[in-house]
Every structure is written in structure tokens, then in C-alpha cells.
């Protein structure tokens, strides 16, 4: 049985099958389980908000854990980059420069946290830690004892036309294309399913890695945005859950958490539509937020486990 299963989890079909049918029975479960007001339409536009915002960062995140690495440092970058560009808005009063401040400041950060791991030659996971807690720092730091708050003008006029949908399709696409259509995309996973071949191959670590890290940080630029336009005000809690969000929904989209061939730049967005689901559907019913963060962890670990590849052919990373 055990054998079986194992099989079954090394095929391509099943894989990428078990992420949509887990969303369709969490969604008709909850919606069974609330007697039908998980399906209302505002709740389903909520989650839909809600799951945009992860679902960006994370098709960026999927290039990072595409090398095999992981940066737990996202919802970090985030928070700062929303509080800065807040700043810079209130002085400046443009849109147009808030979004491009956005997206510099977070790709600027994101390929600092490459370069730091490169140069000091440390895991990303170990820098992203450090960076993490200097960001939490910074962010409380630009603060101070209050928050940053936004005019409504601006959020809603950004809201009514859509910025949120338009910003994650078009980010979305690019990403698609590059991961899946170009040497660059390629060049990622072969690093996340046996780094030593792919150097011997020519393909070396810390080139894609900092090409890796930009990709990401356009992402979290918008999700700054996002973020900022949707809650109005930028706090010491903004964004403080995103990251545990973008590791999960990678995850429960179908990815392995360390890269390789089974990469896939949808696993973001399906995942962060699970996610959310998830997190929404759990709070309707009654589940309490301590009670929802062990539900989240067991879903993580169970699935982790469940993506690890057995040493049954050449040592790689995958194992």
C-alpha cells in the first residue's frame, strides 16, 4: 500500500488533480456546514480580494522555492514597502509614483536578501530570518506609536477601477511565461532538482537566484499596494500573517516546497485560493483564530510530508 502511494504521488495527473479537488470539497463542505452563507456572493468577493493579495506574492514566491529555497521574509518586505510608498505618497500625492516606488523599493529589498545569501555564502532561509526581524524593526521604527493613514479618495478610486484583478493577471502572465516558456524558467528548476548537475551544466545558483529574487519582489511591490489600498491604514500588523499565507498556498497548490520539476506558477494562485477559503470557512463555522493556526500547521506538515520525493534514484534536493 505504501509503495502505491508513493507511485500515486509521483504522477504528474494526481498531483496537480488534488489541489482543485481539495478547494471544490473545502468549498462545498463549508458551505454545507454554514447552511449556505460561505457561497453568498459578498463572502465569495471577500475571499476573492482576500486571496489576490497572497496569490501575488506567492506566483512570485514560486521562482524563490522553484531554486529550492525559501524566504520567510515576505510579509515582512511587504510591510515596509507599504509603509514607505504610504510615506512617499502623502508627500508626493501621485499614484503613479507610489506604484513605481513600490515596486523599486521591493525588488531593491528582495535582491538585498539574494545578495547577502550569495555573498556570505549563508542559506536564504537563515538571511530571510535576519532580514525579517531588521524589517519588523524598520516598519515599528517609520511607525512609531501610531499608524499611516491613506485618503479614501485615493483607496476607493484605486478599488472602483480594479487595481487589485488588473495588476495580479498582468503580473501573472509575465511570470507564466517566463517560468514555464524561457531558459530562465528552466534554468530554476533544473537549480531546485539537483544543484551540483545543473552547475556542472553551467546553470549556477547565484545568478538565478538574484533573478529569482527580483521576479519575487515586482510581486510583493503590487502587493504593497494592494495591501495599502485595501485596508487604508498601515499598521505594525499589516501583513503579518502573509507570509505563513504564501508558504501554505504554495504548498496546498500542488508545488513541492523544495522546488525542482514539480514547479508550477499556477500553484501560487491556487493556493492562495485555498488558503483563503480555508481561513475564511473555518472562522464561519465557529473555529477560533489559536484553533485555526493549528489547522493551518497540520495542513502544512501533512503535506510537506506528503511532497517529499523518496532516495530512490540520484541524491538531489528533492529528497
Given amino acids: 500500500m505504501k509503495e502505491k502511494l508513493i507511485q500515486l504521488n509521483e504522477q504528474q495527473f494526481f498531483i496537480r488533480l488534488v489541489p482543485i ?68 505618497y502623502l508627500m508626493t500625492e501621485s499614484v503613479v509614483i507610489m506604484v513605481v516606488a513600490a515596486i523599486v523599493v521591493a525588488t531593491l529589498i528582495m535582491i538585498l536578501t539574494a545578495i547577502l545569501s550569495t555573498v556570505l555564502k549563508v542559506s536564504v532561509i537563515f538571511v530571510s530570518i535576519v532580514m525579517m526581524v531588521m524589517f519588523l524593526a524598520i516598519l515599528q521604527t517609520i511607525l512609531g506609536a501610531g499608524t499611516i493613514t491613506l485618503p479614501y479618495a485615493m483607496t476607493s478610486a484605486l478599488t472602483n477601477a480594479n487595481f487589485h484583478y488588473i495588476a495580479f493577471v498582468v503580473y501573472f502572465i509575465l511570470c507564466a511565461i517566463i517560468f514555464h516558456f524561457t531558459g530562465v524558467g528552466r534554468s530554476i528548476r533544473f537549480i531546485g532538482s539537483n544543484k551540483i548537475c545543473a552547475k556542472q551544466s553551467g546553470i549556477f545558483l547565484d545568478k538565478y537566484l538574484m533573478i529569482a529574487f527580483a521576479i519575487a519582489g515586482v510581486g510583493v511591490g503590487l502587493a504593497a499596494i494592494m495591501t495599502s489600498i485595501r485596508t487604508g491604514t498601515i499598521g505594525v500588523g499589516t501583513a503579518s500573517s502573509l507570509n505563513m499565507d504564501v508558504v501554505l498556498a504554495i504548498v496546498l497548490g500542488g508545488m513541492s516546497v523544495f522546488g525542482g520539476t514539480r514547479s508550477y506558477i499556477y500553484a501560487g494562485a491556487l493556493g492562495a485560493l485555498t488558503v483563503t477559503l480555508l481561513n475564511n470557512g473555518l472562522l464561519m463555522v465557529g473555529i477560533s483564530p489559536t484553533i485555526l493556526q493549528l489547522v493551518r500547521g497540520i495542513f502544512f506538515l501533512t503535506l510537506i510530508f506528503a511532497g517529499q520525493k523518496r532516495p530512490d534514484r540520484l541524491p538531489d534536493n528533492e529528497i
Fill in 21 to 88: 479537488v481539495m478547494l471544490l470539497l473545502m468549498a462545498i463542505g463549508f458551505n454545507i456546514a454554514t447552511d449556505g452563507k460561505f457561497g453568498d456572493i459578498r463572502n465569495l468577493r471577500l475571499i476573492v480580494t482576500q486571496a489576490v493579495i497572497i496569490a501575488t506574492v506567492a506566483t512570485g514566491a514560486v521562482f524563490i522555492f522553484g531554486t529550492g529555497n525559501v524566504s520567510i521574509a515576505l510579509g515582512a518586505t511587504t510591510a515596509v514597502t507599504a509603509a514607505i510608498i504610504a510615506k512617499i
